[in-house]
T-cell receptor, first 113, second 116 residues
Framework: ETGVTQSPTHLIKTRGQQVTLRCSSQSGHNTVSWYQQALGQGPQFIFQYYREEENGRGNFPPRFSGLQFPNYSSELNVNALELDDSALYLC????????????FGPGTRLTVL | AQSVTQLGSHVSVSEGALVLLRCNYSSSVPPYLFWYVQYPNQGLQLLLKYTSAATLVKGINGFEAEFKKSETSFHLTKPSAHMSDAAEYFCAVTKGGSSNTGKLIFGQGTTLQVKP
């Protein structure tokens, strides 16, 4: 069984641009959560998707949006990038009824200049 | 509302010494509690979790943690530190039971340094 993968590994953007980050869930997992980890901080919950529907959102503005596809892969989109969006973005997948067991991907390091 | 406080942003121990990383939580409902480890430039790896079964939880790599409701604590310990334990450690909480949705609230993290 394959683990959680994320792409790209690193990304550099300028302020005001838009970015799309991708996550491929562990085989069979139907729930994906996205987290933002700023340098020196713990991860913060952005949102969660279950069966292609948003299933809860943290304290992030609407310019952070997501998609989950029928094959349970997922995207995180961020519009109008700000300098403070520079962070490691982590996705985690799980089964809906085993949400206490999440598997994290290696993350995408986003730098906004 | 739920929150996690990790006491000590940086802990330094000698190789072979006891490792103790402190975590206190706040939760209005019975919690599930977790410890994750993060090595440089990597994602998070689950060390262990408490989900309302045994209060003493054993995890990978010789780590264990004890859930103490009266103290609202979930401290992580390892009897003998190894150089490979040097990493960032995160305590996390989520709602337990049927209300569990896997939305984790993380602490700020503790950097463990292991000296030879």
């Amino acid at each position: 069984e394959t683990g959680v993968t994320q792409s790209p590994t690193h990304l550099i953007k300028t302020r005001g641009q838009q970015v799309t980050l991708r996550c491929s869930s562990q085989s069979g997992h139907n729930t994906v959560s996205w987290y933002q980890q700023a340098l020196g901080q713990g991860p913060q919950f952005i949102f969660q998707y279950y069966r292609e529907e948003e299933n809860g959102r943290g304290n992030f503005p609407p310019r952070f949006s997501g998609l989950q596809f029928p094959n349970y892969s997922s995207e995180l989109n961020v519009n109008a990038l700000e300098l403070d969006d520079s962070a490691l973005y982590l996705c985690a997948s799980s089964f809906r009824d085993r949400a206490d067991t999440q598997y994290f991907g290696p993350g995408t390091r986003l730098t906004v200049l | 509302a739920q929150s996690v406080t990790q006491l000590g942003s940086h802990v330094s121990v000698s190789e072979g010494a006891l490792v103790l990383l402190r975590c206190n939580y706040s939760s209005s409902v019975p919690p599930y509690l977790f410890w994750y480890v993060q090595y440089p430039n990597q994602g998070l790896q689950l060390l262990l979790k408490y989900t309302s079964a045994a209060t003493l939880v054993k995890g990978i790599n010789g780590f264990e943690a004890e859930f103490k409701k009266s103290e609202t604590s979930f401290h992580l310990t390892k009897p003998s530190a190894h150089m490979s334990d040097a990493a960032e450690y995160f305590c996390a909480v989520t709602k337990g039971g049927s209300s569990n949705t896997g939305k984790l609230i993380f602490g700020q993290g503790t950097t463990l340094q292991v000296k030879p």
